[in-house]
């Protein structure tokens, strides 16, 4: 079955201690995004990348890092989490051509809460 | 600032009627409109989607309307059912070799509600 997974779905952490969300695809997909959505903000691109070795920064960058070695992994790394990244985190890929006008598929999200 | 605005957070509409969600964007460089539904505890899903040099897509209960001299767009399902009630996203996006491409710029979202 063609699909995004995220994991954790949920995740608890404190201030400072730092956590990865790991996003893979098995759709062999050159395009991958983060999001995160919050309440009246909508949603709001984090980082993307175009292919392996190929990231760059969306709307809300700071306080977050990716990397891409593979293909079908884009892991987000929370370095020292803080409360005002307490939300809820998309994952979303597609095939390079399409993204523009065309469907990404999105993971089914993980809650983040930092306290 | 946002690029893409939904400036009604919720609309409620009776099962057989239109329902109308709107978007209006500021940058007149986009290329593409899309609209993504999502349900609660799941990922946003593709719906529709419509290029910048067009003005209407179709497909089955669902149009996208887009008005460029205005720089809105809207999203018609007729008739609605009780299984529309979601959340809508408009989201732009622009083919541009330079910084922006790989961006998508999304609305902040409109709960439909749709009632028997």
């Known amino acids: 079955e063609a699909q995004v997974t995220q994991n954790p779905r949920y995740l608890i952490t404190v201030t400072g201690k730092k956590l990865t969300v790991t996003c893979s695809q098995n759709m062999n997909h050159e395009y991958m995004s983060w999001y995160r959505q919050d309440p009246g903000l909508g949603l709001r691109q984090i980082y993307y990348?175009?292919?392996?070795?190929?990231?760059d920064k969306g709307d809300v960058p700071e306080g977050y890092k990716v990397s891409r070695k593979e293909k079908r992994n884009f892991p987000l790394i929370l370095e020292s989490p803080s409360p005002n990244q307490t939300s809820l985190y998309f994952c979303a890929s597609s095939l390079l051509a399409d993204f523009v006008y065309n469907e990404q598929f999105f993971g089914p999200g993980t809650r983040l809460t930092v306290l | 600032d946002q690029q893409v605005k939904q400036n009604s957070p919720s609309l409620s509409v009776q099962e057989g009627r239109i329902s109308i969600l709107n978007c209006d964007y500021t940058?007149?460089?986009?290329?593409?409109f899309l609209w993504y539904k999502k349900y609660p505890a799941e990922g946003p899903t593709f719906l529709i989607s419509i290029s910048s040099i067009k003005d209407k897509n179709e497909d089955g209960r669902f149009t996208v309307f887009l008005n460029k001299s205005a720089k809105h767009l809207s999203l018609h399902i007729v008739p609605s059912q009780p299984g529309d009630s979601a959340v809508y996203f408009c989201?732009?996006?622009?083919?541009?070799?330079?910084?922006?491409?790989?961006?998508?710029?999304f609305g902040r979202g409109t709960q439909l509600t749709v009632w028997p």
């Open positions: 989201a732009a996006s622009q083919i541009d070799r330079g910084s922006t491409l790989g961006r998508l710029y």
């Open positions: 940058n007149s460089m986009f290329d593409y």
């Open positions: 990348s175009m292919n392996v070795e190929v990231t």
